[in-house]
T-cell receptor
Framework: NAGVTQTPKFRILKIGQSMTLQCTQD?????MYWYRQDPGMGLKLIYY???????DKGEVPNGYNVSRSTTEDFPLRLELAAPSQTSVYFC????????????FGPGTRLLVL | AQKVTQAQTEISVVEKEDVTLDCVYE???????LFWYKQPPSGELVFLIR??????QNEISGRYSWNFQKSTSSFNFTITASQVVDSAVYFC????????????FGQGTTLQVKP
C-alpha cells in the first residue's frame, strides 16, 4: 500500500495562474480531506468528501474547488492563485467507520508570487 | 464554538528530561474524539494516538503517555526521557460528533530536544 500520495511536492505559481493538486489513496477509504497549513499554524480544513460524487466545504473553502469522481482520487483546484494561498497542502483519508484515524499524505508546498 | 488550544508555542529541553505538552479543547458535544499528531522536520504528519470522550483512562506507549481529563477539557501529552529524535511539532486535534470526521487542530507546539 502506498497510502495517500500527493503531487506535486512543490510548485511555484504566479498570481492569477491556476493549478490542480492531486491526491490519491489506495486504501479504499470513503472519506477524504484537504487541509492547508500556514507557517506556524495548525491545519485548517478546506474541503472534504464522504464518498464519490459527494463533497462539502470546510472552514476555508474560498478560492478552491474539488471534485470526487472516484473513490481513489480527490483533486484540489486553485483558480486565480493569490499570495494568500501560499501554504502547505495536505490531503488525508480515513475509513468510514466512526471516527477512524485520518492518514495524511506527504504534503504539497505551494508558493504564489 | 469548537476549538483546540495549545498554549505552548515552543518548548526546549535537554535530552533525557521529561516534557509535557498541553492541550485544552472546547466543544459542546458529548461524543467526540481527540488526537495527537507529530510533524517531524521532514514535514509529514504522523498519527500518535486517538482517544474517545468516553474513555478517560490514561494511556502509555513506551516513552509516551497521555492524560485525558474531561473535567478540565484537557488532553496532555508527556514524553519521558526525551530524545533528540522527539524534536518535532506536535498537534492536538479534536473531531466533534457526527461522522464527517473533520479535524480541528491546535496551533501546534514545537519541541526542541537538545543533546
Amino acid at each position: 500500500n502506498a497510502g495517500v500520495t500527493q503531487t506535486p511536492k512543490f510548485r511555484i505559481l504566479k498570481i492569477g495562474q491556476s493549478m490542480t493538486l492531486q491526491c490519491t489513496q489506495d486504501m479504499n477509504h470513503n472519506y477524504m480531506y484537504w487541509y492547508r497549513q500556514d507557517p506556524g499554524m495548525g491545519l485548517k480544513l478546506i474541503y472534504y468528501s464522504v464518498g464519490a460524487g459527494i463533497t462539502d466545504k470546510g472552514e476555508v473553502p474560498n478560492g478552491y474547488n474539488v471534485s470526487r469522481s472516484t473513490t481513489e482520487d480527490f483533486p484540489l483546484r486553485l483558480e486565480l492563485a493569490a499570495p494568500s494561498q501560499t501554504s502547505v497542502y495536505f490531503c488525508a483519508s480515513r475509513d468510514s467507520k466512526i471516527q477512524e484515524t485520518q492518514y495524511f499524505g506527504p504534503g504539497t508546498r505551494l508558493l504564489v508570487l | 464554538a469548537q476549538k483546540v488550544t495549545q498554549a505552548q508555542t515552543e518548548i526546549s529541553v535537554v535530552e533525557k528530561e521529561d516534557v509535557t505538552l498541553d492541550c485544552v479543547y472546547e466543544t459542546r458535544d458529548t461524543t467526540y474524539y481527540l488526537f495527537w499528531y507529530k510533524q517531524p522536520p521532514s514535514g509529514e504528519l504522523v498519527f500518535l494516538i486517538r482517544r474517545n470522550s468516553f474513555d478517560e483512562q490514561n494511556e502509555i506507549s513506551g516513552r509516551y503517555s497521555w492524560n485525558f481529563q474531561k473535567s478540565t477539557s484537557s488532553f496532555n501529552f508527556t514524553i519521558t526521557a526525551s530524545q533528540v529524535v522527539d524534536s518535532a511539532v506536535y498537534f492536538c486535534a479534536l473531531s466533534p460528533s457526527g461522522n464527517t470526521g473533520k479535524l480541528i487542530f491546535g496551533q501546534g507546539t514545537t519541541l526542541q530536544v537538545k543533546p
